[in-house]
């Protein structure tokens, strides 16, 4: 039986794997102390999980690129020592799942070295294959972080020629967005903030449209009315359904929210097929509640304002 081995597949998994040890030292560093979850390696790919009750921000993502990115500029090496686990523990390397591992135990250290100094990178146990020297891993990227879980952030990364690739693609969507915006790559900044400068025109222009509309059509169809109720010698006010009207267009909120400013001065009710309706009064001695209440609606809100749906209200008007 013969074992034959792939060695430009193991040794893009060695360079992904080196690189996700140099993200948990960075990350360790950022967020003073965070603990693994899982991870991931493939050929010069990594996913690496990671605790953290806040997604990290873009500044800190590219620092952690720039730092690992350093590292491997530097001449540098990965040591590996077989040891005891007491004495691994004295070495202060990092452990994980901590009833998996032996009496022996493999520490596997990385230093970076600059102006005649030691630079620790990071100290793990781990019995995994490495790159002997970091800079075998050639380039890290960091391609996106996205929350897997409560408390729970995971960071994809690529290394090697995969970079390449990765900047390649960035540099083809940059370009295909230039060409469908008209302008050339160095341009789209500029092209952004006249573009939503511009929507930013047409959206007060359409929320004034709409006030408008909607303030016309229920001027249309307001009718002055006596409630079929105890209110009937009171009550003055107007009765709209909206559903046999075009502002059927309009979600029933923004009829309210134009009503309440509209008519700050009268008594109204509003409502829809769909039994959602709005009770408004702007004299105290008439309680909106109170007549939901005494009609069996379902209410919610204030006193001289209720807001619900049920189905009851087009019986009641």
């Known amino acids: 039986m013969k074992l034959l081995v792939h060695w430009s597949k193991r040794n893009a998994k060695m360079r992904a794997h080196t690189a996700t ?69 004295k070495m202060w390397a990092k452990a994980f799942f901590e009833d998996t591992y032996g009496e022996e135990v493999r520490v596997v250290s990385i230093e970076c070295t600059s102006d005649n100094s030691l630079d620790l990178a990071s100290k793990e146990l781990c019995w995994w294959i490495h790159v002997q020297d970091i800079s075998h891993i050639g380039a890290f990227k960091i391609v996106q972080q996205t929350a897997v879980a409560s408390g729970i952030r995971r960071i994809e990364a690529v290394t090697w020629t995969s970079v390449t690739e990765q900047a390649q693609k960035s540099d083809r969507r940059l370009a295909d967005i230039s060409s469908r915006l008209d302008c050339q790559p160095k341009q789209l ?112 809100w204030s006193d001289q304002f209720v807001q619900w749906k049920d189905e009851k209200i087009k019986e009641i008007v």
Request: glycine letters at 2%; one cysteine or more; charged letters at 25%.
């Open 21 to 89: 040890h140099l993200l948990h030292f960075a990350l360790d560093k950022l967020l003073w102390s965070t603990k693994q979850a899982w991870s991931l390696v493939d050929n010069d790919y990594l996913r690496f999980d990671f605790e953290a009750k806040n997604p990290l921000e873009e500044n800190e993502l590219l620092l952690i690129e720039s730092q690992i990115n350093d590292r491997i500029r530097c001449w540098s090496v990965v040591s590996i020592t077989q040891t005891s686990l007491e004495e691994a523990k």
């Open 189 to 300: 900044e500029n092209k952004l903030e006249k573009i939503l400068k511009e929507y930013g025109h047409l959206q007060s222009d359409h929320a004034l449209l709409q006030w408008k509309l909607i303030c016309t059509h229920l001027d249309e169809f307001h009718n002055e009315c006596d409630l079929p109720s105890a209110w009937s010698a009171r009550w003055k006010g107007c009765i709209i359904n909206v559903s046999w009207s075009s502002l059927e267009d309009h979600t029933f909120k923004e009829v309210i929210h134009h009503a309440k400013a509209r008519w700050s001065d009268r008594n109204w009710i509003i409502y829809s097929d769909e039994g959602n309706f709005a009770i408004y009064t702007w004299t105290w001695d008439l309680s909106a509640k109170q007549f939901a209440r005494d009609q069996g609606l379902k209410w919610w």
